[in-house]
Structures are given as C-alpha cells and as structure tokens.
C-alpha cells in the first residue's frame, strides 16, 4: 500500500496533467474512487480530468453526483474526444477499478496516453493492461473506494465529507452491506470515513430504489430456476439494464436459504449481454465465469458476452454450471 502511495505522489507530482479513468457504466466504487482521487491531484495544485461516461450515470451514482453539485462540490470532467483533441503537455493516466482493456470508459484514451497506473481489485488475467509505470491489484481489497480511504489517510488530508459518504456507499455497494470480501482493514477504513463525516443517513437515501424496480426484480427472482442443487440462476427480459441491476440481482438469489451460488443474466446494451455471479465460497463463481469469457473472485464475479442473446448465453452458461458443479 505504502509503495503504491508514494509512487502516486511521485507520479502526479512529475506529470502535469492526470486524467483518471474508471470501467465503463461505472458504479459507486469505481466513480466514488475518481472523485476522492480528483480531490487529492487537486490538492497537489496539479490539473485534473475525470473521462466522463459514454452513458448516463445509473440512478445511485446520478444522486450522488446531483448531491454533490447541489453543494457546490465540483469535478472535471472530459469527453473522450475533448480528452483525444487536447495538447496535454504531460499528461499520466490513471485507471481505477479495473485493469482489463475492453472494461475501460475509452480504449482510445487508454491508448492515446503512455503514462499509466493502474489500481484494481479484482482478480488479473492474461488480457490486463501491462504497459504500465505501475500497476497495483490486491483482490483482497473490498474495494477501490478502500484504496481511497487508506490514501486519505496516509496523506492526512481532510476532503469534504458528503465525498466520503459516497466513499462508504460504495464500500457498502461492494461488499453486499459489509458481508463479503471485508477484512478487518475494511472495517477500520469504514469507521475512518464514518469518524471523518461519511453519514449513514445519506447512504441510505442514494442506495434506495424507486418501488417498480424493485417488484420488476423479484418478477425475475419468482422466474428463477434451481440449475444444479442450491444453485439458482435467473434471467432477465431483454430490455437494457444497468450492471448494477444484474449484480444487485444476484446478491438477492443468494439470501434465499441454503442457496450457495447465483447468476443472473441480462442485456447490457444492443450488443452486450451481462452476467452477474455471487457465491458463499464453497463454489467458484470466479472459475465458472473465467469459462465464459469473464473473471472475477471466487464470491463474486462477472463476464459481458457481446453478440449473442440472452437465451443464448444463459444455455451456456447452464451447461458451464453443470459440467463445474457436478
Ligand atoms: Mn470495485
């Protein structure tokens, strides 16, 4: 950890623009990250650039950045083309929450700027970005909003707290309210940013969901089918969802009781089918989606399939699924 802060500190004070960019359709972690990271640079008096998403913010990550606005808490952010047309002089990319070339906002971005760190915290695999200045992935960390806190901390620096609260939601987002893949490090910085004005109130209020949605998501979890024994898989309509949803989908499977893996199946775009898989630990989600072209952890995983239909990858998948859980 100590390594990869002063190599930051090293690296934004060398450069003279830093733009940070997180995955596509990106979530509390993986924007909440950016925004504290945007706030350190800031405070190191050097520029700074968020690449913006191609696609509107899912509805928690929109209240927050709304909330944010509201209380006058700015950020800048580029368009990849704003980003590809200016003379940087000396710019460094910095990638947060992912470390897979196809997952970035832009590729054109990933390529166009040669300075590189990496931080990430899922589980690397042979298509990673590798022309780095550093690269930092501890699948060990909840988070990168975690990351974050334990970079505020070292720095001691004081940021506003309602970015903190968008730090912590995230941090509850990405363990499943503190139930998964937390150490007792996921705890301490948790009570660091509770300590420091993160407010549980407002948490509550980003992560709430309109009632629709929620009825619309236990329609799919009624549809759901038990594979294999204590294995359930559910599958979504072809509207387009946010992977958010998928995800949140899958969490839910997995509180029905002796259920010890889920999956959930849906469209992320025209072209794009996601699936979301959530395990107690007792089965690799992780090596299940590596066997459809995705990755992750052994609790939690994911893979995007492009071109193909959602009956498509859902037979594949049930055919992955049976052939691992025999
Ligand atoms: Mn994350």
Redesign the pocket.
């Known amino acids: 950890m100590r390594e990869l802060f002063e190599i930051l500190n090293e690296n934004i004070k060398k450069h003279d623009e830093i733009i940070i960019m997180t995955h596509a359709r990106p ?1 509390l ?2 924007m909440g990250s950016a925004l504290a990271l945007f706030k350190i640079v800031v405070s190191m008096k050097k520029k700074c650039f968020i690449v913006s998403p191609k696609e509107k913010f899912y509805r928690s990550l929109d209240k927050a950045i709304k909330l944010l606005d509201e209380n006058n808490i700015k950020f800048e952010f580029r368009s990849e083309d704003e980003i590809l047309n200016s003379k940087f002089s000396k710019p460094l990319l910095i990638v947060l ?1 992912t470390q897979k070339p196809e997952l970035v906002e832009s590729d054109k971005v990933l390529n166009y700027i040669c300075d590189k760190i990496v931080i990430d ?1 899922h589980i690397g695999s042979l298509d990673t970005i590798d022309d780095t200045i550093y690269k930092y992935c501890d699948a060990n960390k909840s ?2 909003v975690e990351v974050m806190a334990e970079y505020l901390n070292y720095l001691k620096l004081n940021i506003e707290p309602l970015i903190l609260t968008v730090l912590l939601s995230g941090m509850v987002v ?1 363990t499943s309210s503190f139930n998964i893949k937390t150490t007792s490090r996921t705890f301490e910085m948790a009570a660091y940013l509770a300590k420091n004005g993160a407010d549980f109130v407002i948490i509550q209020d980003l992560l709430k969901e309109p009632k629709e949605e929620m009825v619309k998501r236990y329609g799919f979890i009624s549809d759901s089918v038990e594979v294999v024994p204590d294995v359930l898989m559910c599958k979504m309509d072809d509207k387009i969802h946010g992977n958010v949803d998928i995800a949140l989908l899958a969490k839910e499977l997995l509180k029905f009781e002796d259920i010890k893996a889920s999956f959930a199946i849906g469209r992320l775009s025209h072209s794009i089918v996601g699936v979301s898989a959530r395990s107690m630990g007792e089965v690799n989600v992780g090596e299940i989606m590596e066997k459809i072209g995705g990755g992750g952890h052994l609790t939690d995983a994911a893979a995007q399939i492009k071109d193909k239909s959602i009956d498509e990858v859902t037979k594949e998948l049930e055919k992955v699924i049976k052939d691992v859980i025999k």
């Open positions: 979530d972690d993986g929450d915290h988070s990168i990405d």
